[in-house]
């Protein structure tokens, strides 16, 4: 059963009631490089709870949080004056905190399409409602996911040659922590994924063996226990190296992407 550290409590709580609907609800910070980490923590709670067999409705609140809006019709008179890249997202200023390219960006990471829904309109009815949010976001009623900033310096985030790199670099560090994403942690996760995917494609080539139970116990135990993406990385660096048979291997890194949505085998096939 997952469960999720609820950030109005700290206490840990279900994240879903029996099987019941569990309906997560993104509330964006803006359109910058934070809302796309926003997003993808929500993806991967999506995952969670589907391969645990839950219904989910994935829903977010695209305009800015109101305090937000107030806080810069405050500064406006201030803004007219001062550099345009000052009214940008802080933490990506080449953006201009335009909705349709988050949205790319976000398809481009494999994260799915979130439904645009405000609790005043109609719709299904949820037994769990989880808000993923950024910290110091609007009070909310359901369980709370907060999700950190992302550093980027004052230029705007760099661009990797493959989208998924992002997805992994965003992924590597805790998600209540603030994230600081610079050219060397994208050319890490590049060169991560290449050397995974290289690795993946050889294993596929072996007769398959399912996933040791042992190993889909600590895969599980890490991504229920609070969403813990890092442990499940860990979990698949000791199987790079370890004495599990090749076709054990493929298979375990296949089990876990459907989670982490990290194309890992990506390029079976292509060497022949």
Do not use: C
Not at 119 to 147: H, Q, S
């Amino acid at each position: 059963m997952l469960r999720i550290l609820d950030a109005r409590t700290g206490e840990p709580t279900d994240a879903a009631l029996a099987r019941g609907l569990v309906r997560v609800h993104v509330h964006l910070p803006g359109f910058g490089i934070t809302g796309l980490r926003v997003l993808l923590v929500a993806d991967v709670l999506v995952r969670a709870l589907e391969i645990g067999g839950n219904p989910v409705w994935a829903t977010l609140t695209s305009a800015p949080d109101p305090a937000d809006a107030v806080d810069r019709a405050d500064t406006a008179d201030e803004a007219v004056s001062a550099d345009p890249a000052d009214s940008a997202d802080p933490n990506d200023p080449a953006d201009p905190w335009d909705e349709a390219g988050l949205r790319a960006r976000a398809a481009q990471l494999g994260i799915r399409p979130f439904e645009d829904h405000r609790d005043t309109e109609p719709g299904p009815v949820a037994t769990r409602t989880i808000d993923v949010l950024a910290p110091g976001a609007a009070p909310t009623d359901g369980l709370r996911v907060e999700v950190a900033p992302v550093d980027t310096g004052r230029g705007p985030a760099p661009v990797p040659g493959d989208p998924t790199a992002l997805r992994l670099a965003l992924l590597a560090r805790r998600r209540d922590l603030p994230l600081r994403l610079d050219a060397d942690a994208l050319a890490e996760a590049e060169g991560t994924l290449k050397r995974w995917r290289a690795a993946v494609a050889g294993w596929a080539t072996r007769p398959s063996k399912p996933v040791p139970e042992d190993v889909r116990l600590r895969m599980r135990a890490a991504w229920e226990d609070d969403l813990d993406v890092l442990a499940v990385l860990d979990v698949l660096r000791w199987v790079e190296t370890s004495d599990v048979v090749e076709g054990a291997r493929f298979e375990t890194y296949a089990y876990a992407d459907r989670l982490l949505g990290l194309e890992l085998t990506r390029e079976i096939g292509t060497s022949l």
